[in-house]
């Protein structure tokens, strides 16, 4: 792994604090926030979490600075998932058969853990995979940072690469019809990829963007590292962010009426309703 990659959470800079810079975006008419009266904490403990996502267990959480991975049940206890094996681990998908799977950026591959404990690596020639996407056929997505990509894993072991061109990739996400969306850190925005390859930007003078998810109604909502905010783009390209005062939230996910946001920097995950 790259030092510069290793190095890429003290380059980020801390987001903005406070309820005043929420309120005095929103004033602006530059943001449009989510009730804070509505953000529940998720877990405990965690040491700058990055990755989180949904499965059929409930809500995964990538605890990097523990080197594990938690899932928490819907009264919010927690129990480990992967604990021995990781080095950098970042992002995380689960398939519907409740396969997890790890990007692990620190040992350039991505882990497999099967509901019975056991655990395989999948992955040829990746460098910095920093985040993954799991398909209802249980096709893998894997922003593999280091070149530039993004590659499709099948599960019969099939590796293409499905979109190329990017500075850095550190987030996939999955939308409808075969399109996926990708977190382009250092370019500053997000990259519509249709099922026939095209490309589109979304998102202008995006800060850092990491994490990304993707809602049932096609809106994009992506974190922004270095702000410590979480913008929204919707399916007709109205930009607002929506959250601010987040101490480098890396992680985004979606759950039903709810987004849940991890902010590394507070070692915090959050669950904001989206009504």
Do not use: C
């Amino acid at each position: 792994m790259a030092p510069s990659q290793l190095t890429r959470r003290s380059s980020l800079a801390l987001g903005l604090t406070g309820l005043a810079a929420l309120a005095a975006a929103a004033t602006a008419g530059a943001t449009t926030p989510l009730a804070t009266v509505h953000r529940t904490t998720l877990g405990a403990h965690f040491a700058e979490p990055w990755g989180i996502t949904t499965g059929p267990a409930g809500t995964y959480v990538v605890d990097e600075g523990h080197r594990t991975v938690v899932s928490l049940s819907a009264t919010n206890q927690s129990t480990l998932v992967e604990q021995h094996h990781l080095w950098f681990p970042t992002g995380i998908a689960v398939g519907a058969n409740r396969i997890v799977y790890v990007a692990d950026a620190g040992k350039d591959r991505i882990e497999k853990v099967f509901p019975s404990g056991a655990i395989a690596y999948v992955g040829i020639d990746l460098s910095n995979p920093w985040g993954v996407a799991v398909a209802s056929n249980n096709d893998l997505y894997i922003a593999d940072s280091g070149h530039g990509r993004i590659v499709k894993l099948t599960p019969g072991g099939i590796e293409t690469t499905v979109a190329d061109g990017f500075v850095d990739p550190v987030g996939v996400a999955l939308g409808a019809g075969g399109t996926f969306y990708v977190a382009d850190q250092f370019s500053q925005h997000i990259t519509e990829v249709s099922a026939n390859g095209s490309k589109k930007s979304l998102g202008s003078n995006l800060a850092d963007p990491v994490g990304i998810a993707v809602a049932s109604n096609g809106d994009v909502y992506a974190t922004e590292a270095s702000s410590g905010a979480v913008v929204r783009i919707t399916s007709s390209g109205v930009q607002s962010t929506i959250i601010t005062g987040l101490s480098e939230p890396y992680g985004v996910a979606i759950d039903r009426a709810k987004l849940l946001v991890t902010s590394s920097g507070s070692n915090a995950a959050y669950a904001y309703s989206l009504s």
